[in-house]
């Protein structure tokens, strides 16, 4: 399994802010993605982190607001742009381990973002 | 993009009880994976499937990917109260090194009764 350290693990923003977000992982991984819970409801994938270039974004989602980083195959980073109270989520990091036919998705305890 | 339902939303159980959750999708993936979310905590991973009728377990867990490659169960035997929390499907189109993003179901919440 991969273990995924994220920071911060909560925080409180002012509107208008930003705020990025850490994810280091314990060992080289394939595949990592970013996605949002909102309370109470399931996780929607963000984007994909992709090593050395732009991040892959879903419907909806936005590099001017979301922007990623992925410089190396253990980090990442996401910058939740210009905070409105709408973005107040837990934002979770994903990495993933791939076999030849296998493949596990692994999550970092997530950071839960309020914005006032 | 693909919808996964998943049921049922909720459970209420006493100690001691089986529990099944499924999940069915409209299309046909390569990867089942199932998920426990405890308050305040990223998912942690429970079971990992590959094939289509395979079954697998993990201690009291176990889930099968459905012959159709459209559902997946999972079922708990002898429930005991930490098996409280949200219980997430997820599924890919791919498998391996092109396993891709996930589908989420809306998760099972359970509660179980000492």
């Known amino acids: 399994s991969a273990v995924i350290s994220q920071k911060p693990s909560r925080d409180i923003c002012q509107r208008g802010t930003s705020l990025t977000i850490q994810c280091q992982v314990d060992s080289q991984v394939t595949m990592m993605f970013w996605y949002r819970q909102q309370p109470g409801q399931s996780l929607t994938l963000i984007a994909t982190?992709?090593?050395?270039?732009?991040?892959?974004?879903e419907s909806g989602f936005v590099i001017d607001k979301f922007p990623i980083s992925r410089p190396n195959l253990t980090f990442s980073t996401l910058t939740v742009s210009n905070m409105s109270p709408e973005d107040s989520s837990i934002y979770l990091c994903?990495?993933?381990?791939?076999?030849?036919?296998?493949?596990?998705?692994?999550f970092g305890e997530g950071s839960r973002l309020t914005v006032l | 993009g693909q919808q996964l339902n998943q049921s049922p939303q909720s459970m209420f159980i006493q100690e001691g009880e089986d529990v099944s959750m499924n999940c069915t999708s409209s299309s046909i993936f390569n990867t089942w994976l199932w998920y426990k979310q405890d308050p305040g905590e990223g998912p942690v991973l429970l079971i990992a499937?590959?094939?289509?009728?395979e079954l697998t377990s993990n201690g009291r867990l176990t889930a099968q990917f459905g012959i159709t490659r459209k559902d997946s169960f999972l079922n708990i035997s002898a429930s005991i109260p930490s098996d409280v929390g949200i219980y997430f499907c997820?599924?890919?189109?791919?498998?391996?090194?092109?396993?891709?993003?996930?589908?989420f179901g809306r998760g099972t919440q359970l509660t179980v009764w000492p």
């Open positions: 994903s990495a993933g381990l791939a076999g030849e036919n296998t493949g596990e998705l692994f």
């Open positions: 997820a599924g890919s189109t791919g498998r391996g090194s092109t396993l891709g993003r996930l589908y």
């Open positions: 982190a992709n090593q050395g270039s732009e991040a892959t974004y």
């Open positions: 499937l590959y094939k289509a009728g």
